[in-house]
């Protein structure tokens, strides 16, 4: 039903709730920041469902004050009706100030820097409710992320933890790169120490550690401290991947993929490229969840037999082909389903994935346009679980202004600049 004092007139009453019964809780608990008081003004059932709540202190700004009245509104037509809207409205919020024609009562300058960084943290909290927000069911939840200052993403990985809480990023200037961690829930990235030239990152299946290559080896490093340690050498690599069994296997040299325990170890040798072919490269592996069978990209003297191959450690010899695509592909599950992301020419698509019989099923959803594209196969994407998606795209990695004359003649530019975008996927695939 819901906790005494964030429960809504209508759940109080036993009539039908939906998600603007997420938004009046929501109104509550933003009373509470704003007010400074620990419990919400409407403590019983009684005055919950017959008292309105007392107005705000008039230090809060006025649209601030009205924004957090319309959420408390006893009748659900009369809040707003969807998290959307009021996301929309806190972002803007967050973005005048008193001078902007926002007026209070007697404001200064720590009072409004107070209700903005509220508001901005308000923003970010209903990403949450958008997920159960019916009236977007099927609109994506998109977020831009922003590299750190003076730097760019260098197309040398990102990818998503477990959880889908976390990203780590490959991020710096040309010949000085390292290791960045960004959640989600944070405005900035933090760089991890010790991780110069750091290349492909991936996750331990418990999200608390992160594989990376670097200096021709494969190194790891936990995120609750400690340097990075050597596993072992790792020449000329592309890609690596971890397993609940606490086994990695990355590629090498451009040839065949090779296993060791995440503890350290000698490497040793786990796929052999085929004779037959021309050129045969296994590169950027994924485990499945079982932590026996994996995904690896494989690269051929022709374009109808490169493309996603599966194969287990029982008999890493024996492979069976998914789909033909000149980039890899990512195999992300949760309780929507299994999907199996590729590149489709230069289109990110999502499939549904049956990891029963190994084989997509149905048509691709598109995602992503023009999905960045690096080297070997590399595309720039990474897929969890939990519904989070994130890819840089080629239109935007290189963006940079430049003015002209009238007459076309270059007169100068601006700093390159370079982004990741982020959706959930979920959405996406339905849509």
């Known amino acids: 039903m ?3 004092g964030y429960m809504s ?23 509470e920041l704003l007010s400074g008081q620990r419990e919400s003004p409407l403590e019983t059932l009684t005055a919950i469902a017959k008292e309105d709540a007392p107005e705000l202190p008039d230090t809060v700004p006025a649209a601030l004050r009205q924004t957090v009245g319309r959420c408390l509104e006893k009748d659900q037509a009369r809040r707003f009706q969807s998290a959307a809207d009021l996301a929309f409205g806190l972002r803007a919020m967050a973005g005048s100030g008193p001078a902007a024609g926002v007026t209070t009562k007697g404001p200064t300058a720590r009072a409004w820097k107070l209700a903005t960084a509220l508001v901005s943290a308000a923003a970010l909290a209903l990403a949450a409710l958008l997920l159960r927000d019916t009236s977007a069911e099927l609109r994506p939840l998109r977020l831009t992320l922003s590299p750190p200052p003076g730097m760019s993403f260098r197309g040398l990985g990102a990818a998503v933890s477990p959880d889908g809480k976390m990203v780590a990023l490959v991020a710096g200037s040309a010949g000085n790169e390292s290791l960045w961690i960004r959640p989600l829930d944070a405005f900035t990235a933090r760089e991890i120490p010790g991780t110069a030239q750091a290349r492909y990152p991936f996750w331990s299946p418990d999200g608390k550690t992160i594989g990376f290559f670097a200096d021709d080896k494969l190194k790891r490093v936990d995120l609750g401290g400690g340097a990075p340690q050597i596993v072992c050498d790792a020449p000329n690599t592309r890609g ?8 990695i296997i990355f590629s090498h040299g451009g040839s065949g993929l090779q296993r060791v325990p995440a503890t350290g170890g000698q490497p040793a040798l786990l796929t052999t490229p085929d004779a037959s072919n021309q050129v045969d490269s296994h590169r950027w592996p994924q485990f499945l969840p079982d932590g026996r069978r994996f995904l690896y990209w494989a690269r051929t003297g022709n374009t109808e037999s490169t493309g996603v191959y599966v194969s287990s450690l029982d008999a890493p010899q024996q492979r069976a082909p998914i789909v033909t695509s000149s980039r890899r592909a990512e195999y992300a599950g949760g309780p929507g389903g299994e999907f199996l992301f590729w590149v489709r020419g230069e289109t990110l698509v999502a499939q549904r994935f049956d990891g029963g019989r190994l084989r997509v099923e149905g048509e691709a959803a598109p995602l992503a346009e023009r999905v960045g594209a690096g080297a070997g196969g590399c595309a720039d994407f990474s897929a969890s679980g939990s519904g989070v998606l994130i890819y840089g795209s080629e239109t935007y990695n290189k963006r940079q202004m430049q003015w002209y004359s009238r007459d076309g003649q270059l007169l100068g530019k601006g700093a390159a600049r370079s982004w990741i975008s982020g959706c959930g996927w979920r959405r996406m695939a339905a849509a």
Do not use: K
């Not at 603007?20 to 009373?31: A, H, Q, T, V």
């Not at 690596?240 to 086994?247: I, T």
């Open 9 to 31: 007139p209508e759940q109080v009453r036993g009539q039908a709730a939906d998600h603007r019964s997420d938004l009046f809780s929501f109104g509550l608990i933003l009373y």
């Open 240 to 247: 690596g991947a971890w397993s609940r069994a606490g086994v």
């Open 2 to 4: 819901g906790t005494v």
